[in-house]
């Protein structure tokens, strides 16, 4: 298992928007093939900073998700609507780690 830790810089004023997004993005992930979950954290000192921390049996199952139509939609539509810049992801564990 692997956990995706995403990082989001959300224009001011469009974080309502934003939650929105990632709700219907949860929808298309569960029924993506290696996903075990993923969940909102909303940064308490800085409104507009998010991370969503997605859980994924294999790095093959996320990079295919990432490479997938749906996600592509997803991601051209917040670069030119919702984010300040660029996100961030890193990759925490390995596959086989306890």
Known sequence: MITVGM????????????EEKFEAVTQALDGSPGHLQSLLYHQVKKPNSYTILSEWDSQDAFKAFIQSDGFKEVTDWGKAEILEGRPRHKIYGKEGDI
């Open 7 to 18: 990082y989001y810089e959300v224009i001011k004023g469009k974080e309502g928007e934003f």
